[in-house]
């Protein structure tokens, strides 16, 4: 994944936790395995939604549900992170 572009992403989500989302990108692989994820699934459901053949397609929902998944562990991870230590917020 293009290191800009998930950069630009992580200012955006979760701006509250920026500095702490940029920190466990670097330290933690869970975390960072979340990220990547959490990015391809965006990808592929932008893809999807361009192709007027698949924007109603069922998958598409599915694909959402799972990304909103990701985005909620992503969340939790943050929570207990700057809860445990709370200097790296």
Avoid: G
């Amino acid at each position: 994944m293009n290191s800009k572009v998930m950069n630009k992403k992580l200012k955006h989500m979760f701006p509250e936790h920026r500095d702490l989302m940029c920190s466990l990108k670097q330290e933690d692989p869970h975390f960072a395995k979340l990220l990547i994820d959490h990015d391809e699934l965006d990808r592929e459901i932008s893809h999807l939604e361009l192709d007027p053949l698949n924007h109603i397609h069922e998958n598409i929902e599915q694909l959402k549900r799972k990304k909103l998944r990701l985005k909620d562990q992503l969340y939790l991870i943050l929570q207990k992170t700057a809860q445990i230590n709370p200097q790296l917020e």
